[in-house]
């Protein structure tokens, strides 16, 4: 082929490494031979728990319906989100997971000659969203691999139309309290889009984090995403939404892909949102979870960084990608962070109580080897 269309894309393509998700267990036991069923995944931060019994009824029931599209405006689940959290259904806008809010925004507020703010260590969705449309990201150094919120402040700019934060921060796990986060709303000029990305808060309880939620009525440039795929347990259906003000959920709207939630995906959600036991227990295992991994790792000598979301970013002080590979040929896939610019760290998913003991002995057979 003599065209190279490589570099027919717009330049900001140019620049992008495709996102690489964790490693299937289908492709691993492909490339190792290895029983499918004795593989451990604990690389995508994914619910160990499997779907509410609510959702999969809620499934079951749509299946005679596959032949028609879905209701393209959402109506039931935005009823559902604006009856639970207090907000108008015209606040609220889907979307096929939280990264396709993400791309919405992108689209919608960011061109070539503008730019992005988010911090190193960041979603990797961050700079790809940014990037496609020509828009400029600009990287915050993190601090103690978290937001640098001050920092971020002073990196806004007259160019500047969005700035993307997370809280937990996925991969770090790191997190900021009400107090930062009011502080950082105040100050951030009202012409630049603050997206609050929460798609781990329902891991937290209590006042461990700030609600984004609390703090639209005053700060209207804010929009919160959150997700169904993490504590939610529907990660292959694809569900998110964005709650922001109408003005800005009438934006996206113009640029949001017509049926871009599926009807399983909206029924499962709906029957989800209304599962407290099932979001309760997600929580109890994830804690009880992560205790266990926690202790584990502290039995190896291994440190951490501390984390409110599902998973975890261990320190081995080296390279990790020989500890990686180990870790496949016993099968146990965890998330090697070099993309992330932290070689020396693997991430790894909360699991199952015998997933998680899978893993800690895999890791001290590989160690000690």
Same mark, same amino acid.
């Given at each position: 082929m003599s065209c190279d269309?490589?570099?027919?894309?717009?330049?900001?393509?140019?620049?992008?490494?495709?996102?690489?998700?964790?490693?299937?267990?289908?492709?691993?036991?492909?490339?190792?031979?290895?029983?499918?069923?004795?593989?451990?995944?604990?690389?995508?931060?994914?619910?160990?728990?499997?779907?509410?019994?609510?959702?999969l009824a809620a499934i079951r029931a749509e299946l005679d319906e596959l032949t028609r599209y879905p209701d393209g405006n959402g109506f039931t689940l935005k009823s559902a989100l604006a009856?639970?959290?207090?907000?108008?259904?015209?606040?609220?806008?889907?979307?096929?997971g939280s990264n396709d809010i993400l791309e919405l925004v992108a689209r919608a507020y960011l061109a070539p000659g503008l730019n992005a703010v988010f911090s190193d260590y960041a979603f990797a969705v961050y700079p790809i969203a940014t990037q496609a449309v020509g828009a400029q990201g600009k990287v915050v150094p993190a601090r103690d691999y978290g937001h640098d919120l001050d920092a971020m402040l002073a990196a806004i700019d007259d160019k500047t139309r969005v700035v993307f934060i997370a809280n937990p921060n996925n991969p770090t796990g790191t997190w900021f309290g009400p107090?930062?986060?009011?502080?950082?709303?105040?100050?951030?000029?009202?012409?630049?889009?603050?997206?609050?990305?929460?798609?781990?808060?329902?891991?937290?309880?209590?006042?461990? #984090?700030?609600?984004?939620?609390?703090? *639209?009525?005053?700060?209207?440039? /804010?929009?919160? =995403? $959150?997700?169904?795929?993490? @504590?939610y347990g529907?990660?292959?259906?694809?569900?998110?939404?964005?709650?922001?003000?109408?003005?800005?959920?009438?934006?996206?709207?113009?640029?949001?892909?017509?049926?871009?939630?599926?009807?399983?995906? #909206?029924?499962?959600?709906?029957?989800? *949102?209304?599962?407290?036991?099932? /979001?309760?227990? =997600? $929580?109890?295992?994830?804690? @009880?979870?992560?205790?266990?991994?926690?202790?584990?790792?502290?039995?190896?000598?291994?440190?951490?960084?501390?984390?409110?979301g599902n998973f975890i970013a261990v320190d081995f002080g080296r390279d990790t990608a020989a500890i990686n590979q180990a870790l496949l040929r016993e099968g146990v896939i965890v998330r090697p962070m070099a993309g992330y610019r932290m070689p020396n760290f693997l991430r790894v998913s909360i699991g199952l109580p015998r997933e998680n003991a899978r893993f800690l002995e895999a890791l001290a057979k590989v160690l000690s080897a």
């Open positions: 269309f490589l570099t027919l894309a717009q330049p900001g393509v140019q620049k992008l490494s495709p996102y690489v998700p964790g490693k299937p267990v289908d492709e691993l036991a492909r490339e190792l031979g290895l029983d499918p069923a004795g593989i451990v995944k604990l690389a995508s931060n994914e619910n160990p728990l499997g779907p509410s019994a609510k959702a009856a639970r959290y207090g907000v108008d259904a015209a606040q609220v806008t889907l979307g096929n107090d930062a986060l009011e502080a950082f709303l105040t100050k951030v000029p009202e012409s630049v889009l603050v997206v609050l990305d929460e798609a781990y808060i329902e891991y937290a309880e209590g006042d461990e #984090l700030p609600d984004g939620l609390d703090y *639209l009525a005053r700060h209207p440039n /804010l929009l919160v =995403s $959150r997700t169904f795929s993490k @504590a529907l990660a292959a259906l694809r569900v998110g939404y964005a709650i922001s003000s109408p003005a800005i959920a009438d934006v996206l709207n113009r640029v949001r892909q017509p049926f871009n939630v599926n009807s399983l995906a #909206l029924a499962a959600a709906c029957a989800a *949102l209304s599962d407290a036991e099932y /979001l309760a227990e =997600s $929580r109890r295992l994830n804690d @009880a979870g992560m205790q266990q991994l926690q202790d584990g790792l502290r039995a190896l000598d291994l440190s951490w960084i501390p984390s409110k």
